[in-house]
């Protein structure tokens, strides 16, 4: 029986799986995106933080999902390095966080799959392979209903006063941080995604609130209006959902599925556990 590793990506941590006999075993490692490193860096990666966990076992198959992979040259480089940190693989495939969404949620049925993360991308899946997509163009230009969009939302309503005493001192409370270095993270830091993203904690933590919930509606709907409205593949197949985003406000989901008489499907907030299944 073969052995497969499996792996999921974002830019700040990736989830693996190693199928073997009948058993799993799953771990996590930094992020591995061809757009934040070097092709030395993911190899030093792999070679550091993967194989210590492997133990030794040799990898017949390598299924790699991850973000930034839209790019066929970045798939070549991922691809390349794979090969060379496990030279007895006979499969390796590489492929998008897209497509690991719909493994995960779809399996081998039709549907359409959104992710909602850190970033954001929706596509159509016939069953086989993504038919259609359309990816975030970043937490500056777009990324609807993301945690960059949800968190630039948190962090304008505090810096412009507008959300109201309450929530003013339960944000000084939590994040006790002041303008400049709010500014300073969002426009020097490398990950400042990351960093924006953090702040939708402060919405889940106040639920119920009308503001917060304001905040959290109008922002899955735009992703709603900017993307699933593009797809007319919507009003027939199931909707299905990953990520953090759309796991921790999973209500708010359903709901705008109801209103929109949309088809709502699965959600998962991690792909990799899909992913197992999928190729179980």
Known sequence: MSVKLIADSGASKCSWAILH?????TFQTQGISPYHL?????????RAQVLSEINNIGIDEIYFYGTGLAAESNKKL???????????????????DLA????????TAKGIVSILGT??????????????????????????????????K??????????????????????????????????????AAKYIASFTEFLSEHRGHY?????IEDGLNDFFISHVYKFRESWIYPLHFTGGIAFAFKDVLKELCKNYELEFGKIIQYPIEGLINFYK
């Open 154 to 191: 948190v962090i304008q309503y505090y810096l412009y006063h507008t959300f109201d005493d309450d929530l003013m001192h339960d944000f000084k409370q939590k994040y006790q941080i002041d303008k400049d270095i709010i500014l300073q993270h969002v426009y020097r830091d490398p990950f």
């Open 78 to 96: 991922l691809k390349k390095i794979f090969s060379k940190v496990f030279p007895q693989g006979k499969i390796i495939h590489i492929n998008t």
């Open 100 to 107: 690991a969404s719909a493994h995960a949620t779809c399996g």
């Open 211 to 215: 503001m917060i919930e304001n905040i």
């Open 38 to 46: 070097s092709a030395e860096e993911i190899e030093a990666i792999i």
């Open 21 to 25: 006999n009948k058993r799993k075993k």
């Open 119 to 152: 970033g954001s991308g929706i596509a159509y899946f016939n069953g086989k392979k993504i038919i259609k997509e359309q990816n975030g163009i970043g937490y500056i230009l777009g990324d609807e209903g993301s945690g960059t969009y949800l968190g630039r």
